[in-house]
Each structure stands twice: as C-alpha cells, then as structure tokens.
C-alpha cells in the first residue's frame, strides 16, 4: 500500500497561480505513473497531468501550457503548478500513483484525499 497526502488547496481568483504537492510514503522511483485527476461537481474524474518514472509528462489539451508537473525525487513529492487559473479549473483535485503490488503479484493504484481548488470569476 502507498499512501499519498495532497497539499496546497484553495481559494484563487482567475488569473492567479496555485501549487500542489503529493507527498508519497516510499520513493517515487517506484511509482509508474503519477499523476493529478480532478473532479468537478456533477463530472466525471478527469486525468489533469502525469509524469512517468522515467521524467515524461502528458497534460490534458484543456491546461496544456498552463499547469506543469514535477517530482523533487529526494523529498518523494510530486508537485502540479497551475497558472493562469480559470473558474472552469474548480475542483477536488487527487494525487494517483501506479505501482506494482508484490504481495498480491499484479498491477495496483492508490489515491489520495484529494484538495480543493476553487477559482473565482
């Protein structure tokens, strides 16, 4: 098992920046992807960005150019910069990690709690 703890929630106006953490509970390195989803009242999760063990990262078209995400391998965090937010980036937004179960021989994910991001008009 993998716990994550996201950070870095909050309120913002349009236009503002924000940064969220996922700090892992054993070393990235191990993990495949990682990644942010979010979630909007009345919406399905959607996959916001993910970086690969290897450093590639894949964006949703929709913050293409606006968010970025990056890992400090020493602290085992993950971090999402969101710029240039927009009301429509309003959302509980969770850390996901990919990683291989040993015990039980197969593919396993987990999730953390999630954190708010409200963006104001």
């Known amino acids: 098992q993998v716990q994550l703890v996201e950070s870095g929630g909050g309120l913002v106006q349009a236009g503002g920046s924000l940064r969220l953490s996922c700090a892992a509970s054993?070393?990235?390195?191990?993990?495949?992807?990682m990644g942010w989803y979010r979630q909007a009242p009345g919406k399905q999760r959607e996959l916001v960005a993910a970086?690969?063990?290897?450093?590639?990262?894949d964006y949703a078209d929709s913050v293409k150019g606006r968010f970025i995400i990056s890992r400090d391998t020493a602290k085992n965090t993950v971090y999402l910069q969101m710029n240039s937010l927009k009301p429509e980036d309003t959302a509980v937004y969770f850390c996901?990690?990919?990683?291989?179960?040993?015990?039980?021989?197969?593919?396993?994910?987990?999730w953390g709690q999630g954190t708010q991001v409200t963006v104001s008009s």
């Open positions: 996901n990690a990919g990683y291989y179960d040993y015990r039980q021989a197969r593919r396993a994910e987990s």
């Open positions: 054993r070393t990235i390195f191990s993990l495949n992807p």
């Open positions: 970086i690969s063990r290897g450093g590639s990262t």
